[in-house]
């Protein structure tokens, strides 16, 4: 099946969920209730640009359960967003802060832009516009957004500026802040490192040593990075590393700490002399032993699972298989360990970041990285011994944990 026949990625998150509610024996009033979203919500977002010009961008919020507790979710700047992948990756929010057992619900928002083309100027006023338009249905205890692909520290410190010329000083509201402004150390790494943790159970699991083994990344931003760094540190060799540009290969590791050079001068791991071009598909094509996809969605599918070689697939990015991939991908033998848990470490951190605000107690860097690591590794056991016991996929094994969380807090509550 090539790519453009496979399913949205709505749907393809809503065919794990009902297969999960199958096996859960989850009432059809209750799959109802769950995965209709609470709320969805498109605004327009009009910004003066540099030149003169008045350009119009469109952005949403969708906030799909809420259950558990308040919504949490990113807020990604990209040209492809839009309320089908908004909504996707909203729900995907409730499935995730279910597994790893943190008290929010799931919600996501987007703007559609390309923010690389766009001045620092342009972007913080579409950002505090965005704000102010959405600013009714987010808050410390309702909705609490975080950054995403296209956003960063930065961009929260916009949004919680603007939202708090209209509320007051509510440092809460999001999270991946600077830390001037209420962040919390080791959030801007906590994806990458949440990445590596797992990544170093599943090999203990395997009887792969960590030493001996090889990793290819696709997606050399903030999470590919971190987890490049975390598990060049335990002892893994990197051999390729891409970007949205292309990628570089060395069959004998790469060193990452030039590579962040060429990349800080360049903009880009192209052109890096340690290694060789490759393209992104050729990436996802070389030996090794955990191919780590940690760019955007659908990167394997139908259409190019069949040419994957590594010994594991460990998905860094979110919905990075879509379920035609991962079909070919279980048949040849080859495990898929889940966003839902791989890539939770980044939520697991904006929520110490959020308790710190609500208590106005801050935490240092060795409590959060204790935490984070005791919460990841304890999702990753119960994912892999409901997997070992059930004989299910990884990805079975994590949504029906998730859902099953969240369809008893529904019926605890007396609905439908």
């Known amino acids: 099946m090539t790519r453009s026949a496979e399913m949205t990625p709505f749907q393809a998150v809503t ?26 919500v498109r605004v327009e977002i009009p910004v003066r640009m540099d030149d003169g010009s008045l350009k119009v961008f469109i952005g949403y919020r969708i906030q799909h359960n809420a259950s558990r507790g308040p919504y949490k979710g990113g807020i990604r700047y990209h040209p492809e967003a839009d309320d089908e992948e908004v909504r996707a990756l909203a729900s995907l929010m409730t499935w995730k802060t279910a597994l790893v057992g943190i008290p929010f619900g799931g919600a996501k928002g987007g703007v559609c832009c390309d923010p690389r083309t766009m001045s620092s100027r342009e972007l913080q006023d579409l950002t505090r516009r965005f704000t102010h338009s959405i600013g009714n249905i987010i808050g410390v205890n309702q909705d609490i957004p975080a950054p995403d692909v296209g956003t960063n520290a930065q961009t929260m410190a916009w949004m919680m500026s603007a939202y708090s010329e209209d509320h007051g000083y509510s440092p809460g509201v999001v999270t991946g802040k600077p ?43 903030n999470v590919g990075s971190w987890a490049a760094w975390y598990l060049d540190q335990g002892g893994c060799k990197i051999i390729a590393v891409s970007d949205v ?28 002399e340690g290694g060789e071009a490759i393209t992104n598909e050729e990436l996802l094509a070389l030996e090794c032993d955990f191919l780590v996809p940690a760019a955007l969605g659908g990167a394997i599918h139908g259409g ?81 011994i409901k997997a070992q016991q059930e004989q299910i996929h990884y990805r079975d094994a994590a949504f029906d944990i998730a859902v099953g969380r969240v369809a008893q807090a529904l019926e605890l509550q007396g609905f439908p």
């Open 15 to 40: 065919y794990h969920f009902e297969q999960a509610c199958d096996r859960l024996g989850v009432r059809d009033e209750v799959r109802a209730l769950i995965i209709t979203p609470d709320r969805e």
């Open 179 to 221: 830390l001037e402004l209420g962040g919390s150390p080791g959030r801007e790494q906590a994806t990458g490192r949440g990445v590596s943790l797992v990544i170093k159970e599943a090999a203990r699991d395997f009887g792969f040593p960590m030493e001996k083994t090889v990793t290819a990344i696709q997606g050399f931003g």
């Open 245 to 272: 540009n292309g990628g570089v290969h060395n069959g004998g590791g790469l060193d990452l700490e030039q590579l962040q050079t060429h990349l800080g001068s360049a903009g880009t791991v192209q052109g890096f």
């Open 304 to 384: 190019n699972a069949a040419d994957v070689k590594s010994r594991m697939v460990v998905e860094a990015a979110n919905h990075p298989v879509t379920p035609e991939g991962e079909t070919i991908l279980n048949d040849r033998g080859i495990p898929c360990l889940p966003d839902l848990l791989v890539n939770a470490g980044g939520v697991t951190v904006s929520y110490f970041e959020w308790a710190q605000n609500i208590q106005r107690f801050p935490w240092d860097l060795g409590r959060v990285n204790e935490a984070l690591e005791q919460i990841l590794i304890r999702a990753y056991r119960e994912v892999s």
